[in-house]
């Protein structure tokens, strides 16, 4: 394998306001506890057996592995948000589906569309889901803003 | 080295329908073969004596890296097509170069595309190309629609 | 850690024209020296005490993680450019904060909005700043051109 295999993961999500919209965004993952780690951006399997964790004390620096949805506005008063959900399956030999999803509107219909959308992926597979995990963020832009949502992943040692 | 250094190589593509835009690049990941792992996109080198497969069993959840171009679209009845190419050179202590590209389109006019991408690649390296591989996937949108083709890096052990 | 931890960094910039968006993507690479290895883009910290060099002799092929910004026009006469800023902490336990910012523009005035956003995410951490740098590339475009600046991570050994 060219990179370790992660075994733990952790959901996170933020919400900023910015100088920039790069700012914004530096902010956003500030605010969900991963903003001084170099987030590498990677399309979205959840390991078989990767445990849980609430958060992880991540080196300052680390390339770490994650799955987000983003979204940045410079429209005031809008209102933006990001998700995303995890289908683990029945079958512990089987890998879980990560979803994103971010828009403008309200969180609790983003984070519905990305728990469809992680039930559709498991569907498509005809795998059994265990359960169905999802966390998401609403920014209501002041000047410029960015709702932030990921899925860390992490191998400890 | 912060990643250690990829041995082999292969082609793949596919094409999906899908309930969202991700649900689609979802399932073309998972008709090429790849669907199940966590792609991590780069650019877009062929290491020096670098092994071609014709396909490769990656374990579930790996860390993948992988160029690729994919195109989505929610036209029904566009064509849509995503293609790679690679220039493998003369000199095997060179690199090959790997090219992407995806338009509207069918998969000929695409490929093509990529193809002469990369020989004006090695051109402007001034090297003498030995080979020239490449593969390309067309999807007819039915309603929301992928076409995704990738050169996926890898070392077995 | 899933990857190692990047020890040394250097500053890069580049452009070029091009066959295609990506071939004056590929160029720019080449002009800054790092055209020929697999960058695989991150967001965008340097780790406490990394050391600068003014250039690394890369493996071809090898996968490098770099914080880069690029923009690519086709639309001859256009003046674009692409910057980088690092701001390093006073704190050497601290990590350091890079920015990534392009558009259309001169160089002077890219690289100061870059090096803004840097302070700015430095006093958002609440940081005192040390230093601060900044690489920038204009181009002029012909036909199909692109500018880009890049930080470099890198382990030696």
Redesign the interface.
């Known amino acids: ?6 075994t733990h993961y952790f959901l996170t999500a933020g919400a900023s306001e ?3 919209r ?2 914004a ?3 956003a ?2 605010q969900a506890g991963i ?14 057996r ?1 445990q849980q964790l609430s958060s992880i004390d991540l ?7 994650a ?1 987000y949805a983003a979204i940045t506005s410079d429209v005031p008063g809008e209102i933006i948000s990001a998700a995303v959900a995890i289908a683990l399956p029945e079958d512990e030999n ?2 879980g ?1 990560i ?3 971010s828009g403008k509107g309200e969180r609790r219909q983003i984070e519905e ?1 990305v728990r ?2 992680a039930v ?2 498991m569907m ?2 005809g795998w059994e889901i265990k359960d169905l995990q999802s966390i998401a963020m609403e920014c209501n832009v002041a000047n410029i803003g960015t709702a932030l949502a990921a899925v860390v ?3 400890p ?1």
Chains 1, 2, 3 share one sequence.
């Open positions: 394998m060219i990179f370790k295999m992660p910015g100088y920039t790069l700012n965004f530096d902010g993952l500030l903003g001084n780690t170099n987030i590498v951006k990677m399309s979205s399997i959840l390991p078989p990767c080196p300052p620096g680390a390339l770490v592995p799955a089987q890998n589906l979803m994103e999803y569309t469809t959308m559709e992926g498509l597979r992943l992490w191998s040692d």
